[in-house]
């Protein structure tokens, strides 16, 4: 397995930012992108993660997946509910856990999963929902290498009072589902958690969801990448999962656990870049 080029693997060694070889795109897992919250209660999923999809063919991944949970979604690559903004965001995660148990972990198929903003939120729940054997989930850990969330609140959003639904109150720090998401038994330090290589990507831009709820501040994540202000480029909460890599580079920090101190580059990796180098990656890197 190989790196593209020589001088991208100087190029990383010298940021501090080094990625194990990739494995072939015929070998590697489907990739589900998961779009977050709309309070219109649908989504273009061809216009959310088009430019995602169109970095990560580029860099040879075929089996390319964009989700759909809201009844109003449109071009989208699989269904998995018909919820509406009052439709609980548990309700929504035990569909979505369901359909990846039916689709690959019940085949022994593992996948690897990209999310935004509340669909962050969906994929944390559908992996601890079914570990967990809550009512409703598959019973038993989801195959599931690779998760990448890009300003998902972990701790909440920023303005509570912004829209007035079941997901958004959910999402406002302090609420009972945030309470129950950091209980001690449900951190991602837990043994349940452990089989997934999860990273967070937040930013100092975002006025949705600030930079501490986007990196889960405090709380453990395998690795953690936090964009600084910059200014050429606003990675706000929407540009986040539009950036690919081009001449730009970034002003990124970022934490591996298992180092345990953080790093600041001013040549870091376009959020897209910095998805998509997140998956596939050993422990060491």
């Not at 593992?110 to 989930?137: D, N």
């Amino acid at each position: 397995m190989k790196l593209r080029t020589a001088l991208l693997t100087t190029a990383l060694v010298a940021a501090g930012l080094v990625v194990p070889a990739q494995a072939s795109a015929a070998a590697a897992p489907t990739v589900y992108f998961v779009h977050g919250y709309n309070d219109s209660g649908g989504s273009d999923c061809e216009s959310i993660w088009a430019n995602a999809v169109d970095y990560f063919t580029r860099q040879g991944r075929e089996s390319l997946r964009t989700v759909a949970y809201y009844k109003g979604d449109e071009n989208c690559d699989v269904d998995v509910a018909n919820a509406t903004t009052d439709t609980r965001i548990k309700h929504v995660a035990a569909a979505f856990a369901n359909y990846v148990y039916d689709h690959h972990t019940s085949k022994g198929e593992s996948i690897e999963i990209v999310a935004h903003s509340m669909g962050g939120l969906v994929t944390r729940v559908a992996m601890l929902g079914s570990a967990k054997g809550w009512e409703g989930f598959p019973k038993g850990k989801l195959k599931v290498s690779d998760i990448v969330t890009l300003s998902t609140p972990h701790k909440g959003i920023v303005d509570e009072d912004k829209y007035d639904s079941t997901q958004w109150d959910s999402m406002v720090p302090g609420s009972t589902f945030m309470d129950v998401l950091h209980e001690p038994e449900n951190r991602l330090d837990q043994d349940w958690a452990a089989s997934t290589d999860w990273s967070f990507v937040g930013s100092k831009e975002d006025k949705t969801v600030d930079y501490d709820s986007g990196i889960d501040k405090v709380h453990h994540a395998d690795h953690k990448f936090g964009y600084l202000p910059d200014a050429d480029y606003d990675i706000s909460h929407t540009n986040i999962r539009l950036f690919g890599p081009g001449r730009a580079k970034f002003n990124l920090r970022y934490w591996h656990a298992s180092e345990g101190e953080s790093h600041d580059t001013v040549n870091g990796w376009a959020p897209l870049e910095t998805a998509h180098n997140a998956l596939d990656r050993d422990s060491d890197w």
